[in-house]
């Protein structure tokens, strides 16, 4: 195997290792108020978050930007409570067509979150490289492995929301209701459980 797929397998099983659910819980959140029919618009969400942690991921990797690990610990699970949030207050008509302009402004939020979760991904990416002299190629690697697997996450929710949404006949004001209601539990629980405003 070579060594660019090697860490393109790190990256996507690192991404779908459910010890670090809480980066597929932003995943899902970003999801959730679409179905499968959307996924070129969830596409273009997931590509700005995973440019702007690729861009903090560098950073870090590089020791050019220096970040208290506890803060970043505490603000992914508020990036997943934000999004929750913001599902819970979208009106369904506003389905962030590509043509309107909160979309550009999701795509915005996306990539800035992605920055705060790239730092969260530089600890783990850190021991990996270990000694390595030319980091720049494993490190696109991991990314393109963290893509492929925040896409796997997407597809596979997408479709289990047009299972219920078509099969189940749940309404889909209710699905999106309902599991982001869900994120934003697990997501206050998370928050609550790093201790940092305490």
Same mark, same amino acid.
């Given at each position: ?5 090697? =860490? #393109? ?21 970003? $999801? ?13 969400? +997931?590509?700005?978050?995973? +440019? ?29 409570? +934000?999004?929750? /949030? ?22 915005? =939020? ?13 600890? =783990? ?13 494993? /490190? ?10 925040? #896409?796997?996450?997407?597809? $596979? ?20 209701? +309902? ?20």
């Amino acid at each position: 195997m070579s060594e660019f797929r090697l =860490y #393109i397998d790190l990256g996507l099983f690192h991404i779908l290792d459910f010890s670090g659910y809480d980066h597929m819980l932003f995943v899902i959140a970003i $999801s959730a108020i679409y179905l499968l029919n959307d996924w070129r618009k969830v596409l273009v969400l +997931i590509t700005a978050f995973t +440019i702007g942690h690729s861009i903090t991921l560098a950073l870090a990797t590089l020791e050019l930007v220096k970040y208290d690990v506890k803060f970043i610990e505490f603000l992914i699970p508020l990036t997943i409570l +934000i999004t929750a /949030l913001s599902n819970l207050f979208t009106r369904d008509r506003l389905r962030f067509d590509a043509t309107h302009r909160k979309s550009y402004t999701n795509y915005f =939020y996306a990539g800035f979150f992605g920055t705060i979760h790239g730092l969260g991904f530089s600890s =783990y990416l850190k021991v990996l490289l270990g000694g390595e002299q030319n980091i720049l190629k494993p /490190l696109f690697a991991f990314n393109v492995g963290l893509e492929i697997g925040q #896409i796997i996450i997407m597809i $596979s929710f997408l479709i289990l929301g047009n299972v219920f949404v078509d099969f189940f006949r749940v309404d889909r004001r209710d699905w999106k209701m +309902i599991i982001s209601s869900i994120i934003l539990g697990i997501s206050l629980t998370l928050i609550l459980g790093t201790n940092y405003l305490f």
